[in-house]
Structures are given as C-alpha cells and as structure tokens.
C-alpha cells in the first residue's frame, strides 16, 4: 500500500505538532513520511488476533506517592530559565479567551 | 403550526479535589500563593521531570463514583491529551480517556417536575493547568503554574437533562454529595467547580439527537439557566432558517449576555491520546473498593430521614442544617454531649446562620467546636449567663473558638444570683423611678420592663431578666 | 603507568593508596581533551576550573576517609540528555542552547554521592534521535579510531570521549541500541540495563517506554561497578524498579567471574542473514567459538519477528517523542525565535528554528501515527508487535540464558554517508531495537577489528533482571 501524502497532511501535522515547514522541507516531509509510512505498514502483515497492546513492558502497578506536602517555594529555580518573566510569572504573546 | 423543540443536555463537570498535594508531585495546592510559589519541576514541564500518582486522588475519585452509583474500572490507566497552550507546561494534560476510573453511574434529582435519574457516563481523574493573566500594559500574558497538577476529577453525564431547572438541581446534587464527602468545597464561583454545558435541540419525538454545542465560561448557576436559555434559542434560529448547527465550543459572555464561537484554524481538536508510558497501570482491588465503601458517610437523605425519627425539631430545621455536612456534624456531636436537640438547633439556626450572613462565610467555615457550643447551653440552662450575655459570648466563640466557660470566668459575666445583692438593686430602682414604679402600681404593665431594664443596667446585664422580674412585682 | 591508561575501578583505587590524586587524574584528562578535542568534538560543555575545583574537594574527602567507593575520585563525563544541576544542558539541540537545569538526574547524583568528578556533557544526536552523532547543533562528533568516520550514535560522544582517553569512563542513554552501537563502532564497553532499573529522573525523555540510562566504559569490571552505582530505586521515577524488593539482583561486581560453564547461548539465525558485513559476522562468530571453547553450550535459533522491530520500534518511539518534545516551546525555557506574529506562530518559529532535520521529522510522523484514524492502524498495532516480540524473547529465554549476536550490520560508516537515506540509517539499529522494545538488558563489548582497523562490537542480551549473566560471560570473553 503506497501511502500519498498529500500536502494537506504536512499542513495538517504541522498544526498538531506546531511546526512550520519551508517548501523544500514539506517536499522532503512528503516524500520520507510516505517511506516510512510504507514500511511501517509491514506491520499490517503480522496477524495480532487476540494480542493485547503492551504499552509498559514490565508488570509494574500502584505506584503511589502519599499526600503530603514535599516541596516548598520554588519559584526562583522554575523562572530561572524563563525567556520572558514578570512579575514572577512567565510572558507569553497574548492569548485568547 | 410552530415546531415544538426539546433542549438535550449533558455536563461535564470538573472537579478540584481538596487533597494536600497536587496529582503528580509534592506541591502544595493551597489557594492563593504568589505566583510560582507552588510549582517544582514536574508540575512545570521541566524537562527531565517526571509524575508520580497521589494515592488521595484515587481514593477521592472512587469516593465520588461510589457516591454516585458507578462502577470502578479495576484496571485503568491515564493518558496523555495533547494540544498546545501556555498554561499546560507539558503541552499535553494527563487525564484518562480509554480507562476512566468510574463509570456508569446516575444521580436522582427532584425538580418542579418530578423526579427523575440522571446517567453519569463516567468519571475520570486529570490535571489542571495553571493560570493566564492578560497583561493590558505589556500586550502580552502572563502565567502563573501554581495551579497546575492541581486534581481534578471531571464528571460526565449522559445527555439526560431537558431543562436548566434540571441542570441546577443536578449540579446541587452533584455538589452535596461531594461536600459530603470531603472530596472538594465545590465552589462555583471560587472555580472549584466548574460546569461545560452540552445542548443540542431536536423536535420533540424526534428520535435522534441534533447536533451539540459546547459552552464554556458559566460560573454562576444564573450564568447557566441564561447561557441555556441564550443557546437554544439561536440553535432553533438556525434550524428554522435551513441552516445547520455547527459542532463547536462556544463561550458564554454572562454580562453581554451572548455567547461566541471559539474557533480557531491553529487549533486541531485532534488530540492524539495515548497512554501515558511515565505512569504505570492501576489495579483496583475488590478490598480497597471495600475500605472506600465502608468509609463513605452517611448522605443528606438518610441522615434527614434520621433526623426526623431521632430529634424531636422542626423539619425546615433539618432541612437547613444537613444543607451542610460541616453543620450536621456540629449538630450531633454537640447533641451528644449535651442531649438537647432542640437547643442546639436554636443557637444553630438563630446565631449561628445570622452571623455566618453577615460575615458572607460557609458553613464549612465554622470554627467553634461541639464542645464549647455544647458549654454555652450549659451556661445558658444553669443560668449562670443570661440570653443577652450568652449571645456576646457566643459571638466571641464563633470569632475564637475559645471555651465559654473559662470566659466568662474571666471576664466576669456571670449572672449575679445573689437575691441578696438583687434585692438591694431592685430597691434603688424602685427608689430612683417614682414615675415608673406609680405607672405600674396604676396598671400599665409596660412600666414594668423598664423598671427591668434599669435593674439590668445596675447590674450591669449580670442578672437574670427573668428573676428580677419577679422580684420587681413581689416589692411592688 | 600512564595516569590515563588506568581503569576506572583501577583509578580509584590507585587514588586511595595514594599513588595519585583526583585532581591528577582530572588534569591528564583535561590534557587529553586539549589534545585531541578539535579532531573528536567529543564535548558540548566542559568547565575546566569547576571540574578541577570539584576533583579537589573530592581528593579532600577521600584523604578524609569520607569517601571510600570504587569511583571515589574518577572523572566521568555525562550524555548532554542527563540534566545536571547548574551545568548547561543542551541535548545537542540549539532549542535549548542556553539550558541550565536547577536539579541534576539520578543517576548522576549517584555518581557524585560515590565520588565521581563530572568533567563535563557530551555530544549526541539531538534528543537522541540519531545513529551517527551528526545531527547534533554542536558539530558532529568523529570516531577516536578514524576520524574520518562516525562514532556512532546517539550516545557518540560518550563512546568517542571513553575511546580517546578524554574521560576514565562515561554514561549515555539507549532507546534503540544508542549505547550500545556508539560502544561498538568505537570499541568500548556499553550496557543497556533492564527497563526500570536505573531511575530515568532527570533523563530528557524521548521515548519514555524505550529509555534507559547506563555506562560505557573502558572494560566490563568498570561496567559493573558503574552499573551498581548508578542502578537504584527511585520514588520520583514511578516506572523505576525496586529491585530488592522484587529479589532481583543489584550485586552486579559479584559477576566478575571468569567462568561460562554451561551457559546456555543461543544464536538467532535470523541476525545472520543479509546485510550483515561479511567481517563482522566472522568475527561475532568467532567470538561465539571462544565462549563454546570455555565450556558455553552454543547453538542456532529462531527468534522470529526481526523485521517487525524496526517499524514496531520507529511508530512507539517516534509517537512518544512528539509527545515528550511538546514542552519546548519558548516560554518556560530555552530558545524562543527572535520574531512572531501571536501565539501560535512564536510556537512553530520557535520550534522549526529550534529543532534540527530529524528531531523534525520523527515529531511529524509520531504525530501522525497518533492522529485520529490512525491510532489503531499504527500505534496499537506496534504495541501489539510489541507484546508479540517480548514473547518471542520469553520463549528464547526458557531455553537459554543468553542471546549472542552483533551489535551492529558494519562497522563505523564514513562521515556524512548516512543522513541523505533515513529509512537505510534505520535498518541498522535491527541488532539492538527489539532488546529495548522488550525492556531486556543487554552489553556490547569489543571483539575485533575489521581490515580498515575500525572495531567490532558483540552483543550479548540477557532476560529481565538478569545482568549478571550479561556480565558473567562478558568478563569470561573479555578474559581471553
């Protein structure tokens, strides 16, 4: 199965991903997402009937932290790496509502 | 003939716990801290960092879906929602949708109408993200990550309402039992709650459903009734002009009193879920299921039921005191003590509800203990302190929870029961008022009080009104 | 002796008999770099007085008796994806070309707990994504061996930086074989440990299931030594093991012996086949040979499923990392672009300018296998192939306790020869992939070199928890 991605797909991911292509970089995305996609699609061939996903690989569960206050005023470490600060808190364009 | 239109409506309504912590990492989640006081690494986004579950939160979620009739999925897991926003630091949410920890669930709530059940899709544990200030001189926003990783839990219901009357009493339900529980204050207005409405209309007998809307931004039960109202009458607009109701997130102007599209084209909706691999698996065991059942309180309709058979008060009485959990259990830990139903529920209903208006508190805010309300009515049956001192003291009490007893040691406000010293009182009164005291020698049973009042004032308020009463008529 | 040809272990111990001191050793080390640094760019960031500053206060605490384990006063030098407090973290990426962090991982304040000096971070692949260590915003890296070859990747300054002398040994990280193949090509000693067991705290996640942090070092003694200090239990890392609990091993210098006396090896079949270079295969087998000459019962099998692993591999770790590489985005960290219209465009200018090429493009096809409609076809499916491969290693494992093969099809490409082909970059990780899908640990260590003197990496893989056989027979060959 040839997988055609079309410039609606890269423009598509793009979104979702936040990335801004160049024109020469969609032709490139186009054309190795299609390659990859075309291998990965020899996954298709492996017959997965009654396989549960195994999204983590070792049979551990419950891990819990107890409710108990553990850190205290941090806020000089969180906003040392900060681009844009005021006020304590981080500048960012303007959002909307 | 007009086409006759039924509003279809579900609520998700989202949760903030009242849990020490927050969801995945040791920050406090205590309101109001300047801004990125609360935060660390993992509640941040920093890279490297890492969630770790807050036990509290399973156990507060599965308190509400038990409370609410559901079934506990046994084996859930979260996963990651991803979209991008500044106040998400991650630019994804871990929430959970292919596992959520409860489901199919139902409320019973009573409107004008009847009653009626209301379907809980599910119930699932998230994160919540921080807050956006606009800054109008910088032109810019700016965030503040104490609130996010705070948990929350948000309740989905089926698209059972018809009505916003049935909107309200579904989230006044909603809202009692979580108090009830301890679970979170609940506020509206304070965000502690926080209700999406999803409506969509259709001709009544249609069988299928129309096309739904989201609104958002109603923090007010009168927000609710209007957006209801403001949003089913521009879908039916639409449809009766041929036009179709686009499927779309909308957000309610309360003031405006008009809602407008959120749309945006940066914005897919494509969210991407996945499990999220950072945090492991949660298995329910039948035991643990056991232990929250066997913890949960007794709700408000069994406990007014009790009410009526066990205490002898007033049913509107009930009513008002079991409208709060706080308030019930100062009732019957107070009654326990000292065995006087209906006194307790005087200085309950009386002082207490006055001064909680006054001071625009909850009743969740109540401070004074069962003990020391418990010690006041004591003073009050000995007469030891008469009703005028004793709601001094009472107001002091509310302020400092302070031991009434002790106080009034101190401060010396016991009633003066010498009948020796009262008497010597009431003769310089009867002395000092010739006018007053020929007033009611010639009948005017009025002159009396104030003869009653100026013993008082000679007193100084330390003596039994009703003592100097009869000591009065019996030297007159 | 040469100062720089001890061993790690061997250091520390000369440092506390006193034949030499800490910040001796840091300064020959620091020599090295000087003198070969420019030909191997093995090195982000290196701060030579702190690091000669921290030799010495450690050389006081040992002189002390405060310090007294086997790193005690060896200097280490750190992948760039390992945050380290105050020290700029960059992950080879220029999105975060001014990152300091303000905590340092796990595994790296284990390491200092028992003594070792950070010398400073080295190159990778950005984010890890990578074979080669070319798409680093920082130089590409070249191989201590021929520099007009790769070192390997994504670990390829680490390996590079363990070869040249320019550290006494190193960590790195492996998602799809990243310490072991840099180990390999560069002719050092790496280990992938098994899923969970070294806490990934402080780790820039790329694919969190995959990830796991271990050592490359000079020799399998260092090997287990690191091994045992840099593995522990962490509460901040909820996926992290406690292996005492579970009565897993964590004692791996006990495995220092020379003896494979009925070790069970088994040899898939499907790892020999085309595309493996004629002299590594020779010299792999060789290898095999030596371990059946001291006493090992080797044989042939199959493991099946070996193709699936790359497509299963690239779909899981490529829809985590565009998940786990949300974060940057200009405004809690790192680099923001200089100029935007809004919200959304400071988002994708910051990013397209801030990510490389490949870091690019694995985001945009993790995106996509996620996206709606395709969720099941590509991500679910790849869990799956998943489930099936680590049960096709279950069963390999009910019959032997290890799975020798190569590390790598060749040996160290030329320089600039890989990036033009992805996909063909991808097929090489085949040897090393489905070891991380199935969370097993596995080592790879030198066995030869081919006629352009470039070295030969073995693997060898072991079942969950079981490293001490890993080291067992590593040590055994590596006795020879």
């Known amino acids: ?97 | 003939m007009a086409k006759q239109y039924e509003t279809v409506i579900g609520l998700e309504v989202h949760v903030e716990l009242a849990t020490k912590t927050k969801i995945f990492c040791g920050c406090s989640t205590a309101f109001g801290g300047a801004p990125n006081t609360h935060t660390c690494p993992v509640c941040t986004g920093m890279p490297g960092s890492l969630p770790v579950l807050n036990r509290q939160v399973v156990n507060a979620a599965m308190a509400v879906g038990l409370a609410t009739n559901c079934t506990i999925t046994q084996y859930c897991k979260f996963d990651r929602k991803n979209y991008f926003y500044p106040d998400n630091p991650q630019n994804y949410q871990i929430s959970q949708l292919y596992l959520p920890i409860c489901r199919n669930g139902h409320v019973d709530i009573e409107t004008s109408e009847g009653k009626k059940s209301v379907g809980i899709h599910e119930i699932h544990m998230e994160e919540d993200a921080g807050k956006l200030i606009h800054d109008e001189w910088e032109d810019c926003s700016l965030v503040d990550y104490n609130r996010s990783g705070v948990p929350l839990i948000e309740i989905v219901s089926e698209p059972d309402m018809r009505s916003a009357e049935e909107v309200i009493a579904y989230l006044e339900k909603l809202r009692m039992i979580v108090q009830y529980l301890g679970a979170s204050d609940c506020k509206l207005n304070e965000g502690s709650m926080r209700a999406d409405v999803n409506l969509s209309v259709r001709e009544v007998g249609a069988e299928t459903f129309g096309t739904r809307t989201e609104m958002k931004n109603l923090n007010s039960f009168r927000a609710i009734t209007h957006a209801i109202a403001g949003e089913r009458e521009r879908q039916i607009e639409l449809l009766e002009s041929g036009q179709q109701v686009t499927q779309e997130t909308r957000r309610w102007d309360d003031a405006k009193e008009y809602s407008y599209a959120m749309r945006s084209k940066e914005d897919a909706q494509d969210y991407r879920y996945f499990p999220d691999p950072d945090l492991p698996p949660i298995y329910i065991s039948d035991e643990w299921i056991a232990q929250i059942r066997d913890s949960q309180p007794e709700f408000r309709e069994e406990k007014m039921a009790r009410y009526k058979t066990e205490f002898d008060i007033p049913e509107y009485d009930i009513g008002i005191i079991t409208d709060s959990k706080h308030l019930a259990d100062l009732f019957e830990e107070t009654v326990a003590i000292c065995g006087q139903p209906k006194k307790v529920s005087n200085w309950l209903m009386g002082e207490t509800l006055r001064l909680l208006k006054e001071k625009g508190m909850d009743p969740e805010e109540i401070c004074f203990s069962p003990e020391n309300l418990a010690k006041l009515i004591g003073l009050v049956d000995s007469k030891a302190v008469n009703s005028t001192v004793a709601k001094e003291v009472f107001e002091v009490m509310f302020a400092e929870d302070m031991d009434p007893e002790k106080y009034v040691e101190e401060k010396g406000l016991k009633t003066v029961n010498d009948e020796g010293a009262l008497r010597k009182a009431v003769e310089e009164v009867i002395r000092a008022n010739p006018q007053s005291v020929a007033d009611y020698r010639g009948g005017k049973e009025k002159a009396i009080g104030f003869l009653v009042g100026q013993t008082m004032k000679a007193m100084r308020g330390k003596a039994d009104p009703g003592t100097v009463n009869k000591v009065l008529r019996e030297l007159l | 002796m040469d100062i720089l040809a001890y061993s790690a272990v061997e250091l520390s111990a000369a440092i506390k008999q006193g034949t030499v001191t800490a910040v001796e050793a840091m300064a020959a080390v620091l020599s090295r770099i000087d003198e070969r640094e420019r030909d191997i760019n093995a090195y982000v960031t290196m701060d030579r007085e702190q690091a000669l500053k921290a030799a010495a206060a450690v050389q006081e605490k040992i002189e002390k008796g405060e310090l007294n384990g086997v790193l005690a006063g060896v200097p280490v030098a750190v992948k760039d994806n390992l945050c380290t407090e105050g020290m700029r973290t960059t992950c080879s990426s220029k999105i975060l070309e001014n990152f300091v962090p303000t905590f340092s991982a796990e595994a790296v304040v284990n390491l200092e707990k028992a003594g070792a000096v950070v010398i400073g971070k080295t190159n990778m692949d950005e984010f890890a994504m990578g074979s080669t260590t070319e798409t680093s915003a920082y130089g590409v890296t070249r191989n201590p061996w021929n520099t007009d070859h790769v070192p390997g990747g994504s670990s390829g300054g680490s390996a590079a930086a363990v070869a040249a002398g320019e550290c006494y040994f190193a960590l790195g990280s492996d998602t799809g074989g990243s310490i072991r193949q840099p180990a390999s090509f560069c002719g050092v000693v790496g280990l992938k440990p098994t899923y969970g067991t070294v806490s990934r705290y402080g780790l820039v996640a790329y694919g969190s299931s995959l990830d796991q942090i271990g050592p490359l070092t000079k020799n399998v003694a260092d090997c287990a030594a690191v091994l045992e200090v840099i593995a522990s239990h962490d509460v901040k890392d909820a996926t992290s093991i406690n292996r005492k609990e579970e009565n897993k091993d964590t004692d791996f210098t006990a495995a220092l012996v020379d003896d494979v006396k009925g070790m069970k090896i088994g040899i898939p079949r499907d790892y020999f086949g085309e595309g493996l270079d004629g002299e590594v295969k020779d010299a792999v087998l060789a290898a095999a040979k030596q371990l059946a000459a001291k006493g090992a019962v080797v044989e042939e099998f199959d493991l099946s499923l070996v193709a699936y692993a790359i497509p299963a591999y690239y779909t899981i770790a490529a829809a985590e990392a565009s998940s786990n590489l949300e974060r940057f985005d200009g405004i809690k960290y790192g680099y923001r672009a200089a100029s935007f219209e809004g919200l959304h465009d400071m988002y994708k200018k910051t990013r397209s300018e801030g990510f490389g090429a490949e870091v690019k493009r694995r985001i945009m096809l993790g995106s996509f296998v996620l996206s709606s409609g395709y969720y099941d076809a590509y991500y679910l499916k790849a869990l799956k192939v998943k489930a099936m491969i680590k049960n096709a290693f279950d069963d390999a494992f009910a019959k032997y306790d290890l799975i020798l093969g190569p590390v790598a099809p060749t040996t160290a490409p030329k320089q600039g020869e890989s990036l033009s082909d992805p996909l063909k970059m991808y097929l090489g990780d085949i040897y090393t992939i489905s070891v991380n899908l199935a969370g097993l640990p596995a080592i790879s260590l030198p066995c030869g070199k081919d006629s352009k003197g470039l070295p030969i990496g073995l693997q060898l893989i072991a079942d969950s928890f079981q490293e001490k056989k890993l080291i067992q027979a590593a040590y055994t060959y590596e006795k020879q």
Do not use: C, W
Not at chain 1, 17 to 29: F, V, Y
């Open chain 1, 1 to 97: 199965m040839a997988n055609v991605i079309t410039d609606e797909t890269i423009e598509y991911v793009g979104i979702l991903a936040k990335l801004a292509l160049s024109e020469e970089e969609k032709e490139q995305a186009k054309a190795d997402m299609g390659r990859m996609l075309d291998y990965i699609d020899k996954l298709a061939e492996l017959d997965t009937t009654g396989i549960e996903p195994m999204s983590h690989v070792l049979p551990v569960q419950n891990v819990f932290r107890e409710d108990v206050v553990t850190n205290g005023d941090e806020s000089e470490k969180t906003l040392k790496n900060a681009p844009g600060e005021k006020d304590n808190m981080f500048m960012v364009p303007k959002t909307f509502e």
